[in-house]
């Protein structure tokens, strides 16, 4: 099988796929995002003379930019390639309002959250959340761009200030944790991995950010909300996160459609990247997607 990976460069994601897809006899080639072309004829294409695609990155671009490339992995799609995940998947876990709304929808508990595009609805939503809230970037993963505020003052400067760069204001409840979440990996409807990820000194876990990670098994209900999770949006590959709630249960704090696994893969001891390959490559994935 002949796979594209659409990334926009060759970061360590992409050469551990590389190596595992050589392993299993598949041949990959690099395609960057931002050089995609498509032609109706179908001569011409990126993508054309690949069998599957996985989607590694979704680089920044404008509104028509990342509406072409989702075009794009449609096309591939209908006209029988296979794409991981797939683009109505991506489109969901892509856009942090639409996955919490599909979560809520399916009747899984996710933190208080309200999205509006004023200052001035920020700070009503402000008050209505406990006026302690974590404000994260529409679009976003690894813990960048999110911070946390819990001062009337620091809130209004920080919702005006986005709000005149035209930013769609995601706030959520702040929520008191024990100073650690679980990251779980699903592939293809079962959990393969995962971890619990410790914050260093803050409330931030993601190990991009200075979290530690240890490999854990999880419980019962644990891996019933992984995999409802990932089943809400679509996913056949996914990293879901779970906090843990005051008095008990859990948070689905984000379901992840282009996950990262390096820590994941170093405190497990799994070859997450064969195993991504496999799914891709397998009968079942197909009929799956």
């Known amino acids: 099988m002949r796979i594209a990976l659409l990334s926009g460069g060759a970061g360590w994601h992409v050469q551990d796929l590389q190596r595992a897809a050589t392993r299993l006899g598949h041949d990959t080639a690099l395609v960057d995002f931002r050089r995609v072309a498509a032609a109706v004829s179908g001569q011409g294409d990126s993508l054309q003379g690949f069998d599957a695609v996985i989607v590694r990155t979704m680089p920044a671009g404008s509104l028509e930019q990342v509406v072409f490339r989702m075009d794009t992995l449609h096309r591939?799609?209908?006209a029988g390639g296979r794409v991981l995940n797939p683009p109505a998947a991506l489109e969901a876990c892509i856009d942090?309002?639409?996955a919490s709304s599909r979560l809520f929808a399916a009747?899984?508990?996710?933190?208080p959250t309200v999205v509006c595009q004023n200052a001035e609805s920020a700070m009503q939503a402000f008050g209505q959340l406990g006026g302690d809230v974590v404000v994260k970037p529409l679009f976003g993963s690894e813990g960048r761009g999110m911070v946390r505020v819990a001062d009337e003052e620091v809130a209004w400067r920080t919702f005006r200030t986005l709000e005149r760069t035209q930013a769609v204001l995601y706030l959520q409840q702040f929520v008191a944790h024990p100073g650690w979440d679980l990251r779980t990996f699903v592939i293809g409807g079962r959990v393969l991995a995962s971890m619990r990820r410790h914050a260093r000194g803050g409330?931030?876990?993601n190990v991009a950010q200075?979290?530690?990670a240890e490999a854990v098994s999880l419980t019962t209900e644990e891996e019933r909300l992984t995999l409802e999770a990932a089943r809400a949006v679509g996913t056949l590959v996914a990293g879901v996160d779970l906090l843990p709630r005051p008095g008990g249960g859990y948070y689905i704090l984000e379901v992840n459609a282009v996950p990262g696994w390096r820590a994941l893969s170093r405190a497990t001891g799994t070859d997450i990247a064969v195993e991504i390959i496999r799914s891709l490559t397998s009968h079942e994935q197909l009929a799956t997607a």
């Open 76 to 78: 591939f799609q209908f």
């Open 96 to 98: 942090k309002y639409l």
């Open 107 to 111: 009747g899984l508990p996710v933190p």
């Open 203 to 205: 409330w931030r876990t």
């Open 210 to 212: 200075g979290g530690r």
